[in-house]
Structures are given as structure tokens and as C-alpha cells.
């Protein structure tokens, strides 16, 4: 089992920059595969990226590539999200999740474990 806590979130205004950061606890984190979702208000929750067990594999949806770059650290057992040129839209509550699946995946049934979120505000 892993336990998942995200942070970085915060205000920031269009064009601008924040990196999210989620920590994993236990040792097994290489292990898992890594993903980052969002939520806004009203909408379901949306893919952003993934990232194999062994951080040389991602995926980023083609509406964020170029803006949103995911990456991973497991002698930290942490991942990360960089995200650049923010947009108002951007603005939602970004959760972590790990899968006991290797490679990147994208749908979230496919995922075992999940952080609280940390609110990300970005406004125009």
C-alpha cells in the first residue's frame, strides 16, 4: 500500500508557473506507476499526465503538451508536475494517484491509490 500527499498548489496568474509535488510513503514507490489527474467544479476528472515505474516513459495529453511536463524522483519517492503558461482553465484540484500497472495509463479505474488533491487557482 502506498499513502500519496500532494503539494505546490496555490494562486498564480495566467502565464505563470507552479511545479506539484507528490510524496509517496513506503518503499515500494518504483514500483507503481504514476499519474496526475485534475477536477473543476462541475466537470469529471480529467487526465493530465503519467509516468512509468521507471520515469523514462510519460504521457501527456496533446491539449498540454508543450505547458505541462511530469517527472519523477523515486530515490525521493516523489513525483512531480511543472506546469508553465497557466491558463484560467487550468484552475482545479489536482490529485495524484499510483497503479500497480508499470507503464503510463490514463483512465483513472485504473489507478489503486489516491492523494487528497492540492487546489490550484489560476486567475486572468
Known amino acids: 500500500q502506498v499513502q500519496l500527499v500532494e503539494s505546490g498548489g496555490g494562486l498564480v496568474q495566467a502565464g505563470g508557473s507552479l511545479r506539484l509535488s507528490c510524496a509517496a510513503s513506503?518503499?515500494?514507490?518504483?514500483?507503481?506507476?504514476m499519474g496526475w489527474f485534475r477536477q473543476a467544479p462541475g466537470k469529471e476528472r480529467e487526465f493530465v499526465a503519467a509516468?512509468?515505474?521507471?520515469?523514462?516513459?510519460?504521457f501527456v495529453p496533446d491539449s498540454k503538451k508543450g505547458r505541462f511536463t511530469v517527472s519523477r524522483d523515486n530515490a525521493k519517492n516523489t513525483m512531480y508536475l511543472q506546469m508553465n503558461s497557466l491558463k484560467p482553465e487550468d484552475t482545479a484540484v489536482y490529485y495524484c494517484?499510483?497503479?500497480?500497472?508499470?507503464?503510463?495509463?490514463?483512465?483513472?479505474?485504473?489507478?489503486?491509490?489516491w492523494g487528497q488533491g492540492t487546489q490550484v487557482t489560476v486567475s486572468s
Open positions: 494517484a499510483a497503479s500497480t500497472y508499470r507503464g503510463v495509463i490514463s483512465t483513472p479505474a485504473d489507478y489503486d491509490y
Open positions: 509516468i512509468n515505474v521507471s520515469g523514462d516513459r510519460t
Open positions: 513506503g518503499r515500494t514507490f518504483s514500483s507503481y506507476g
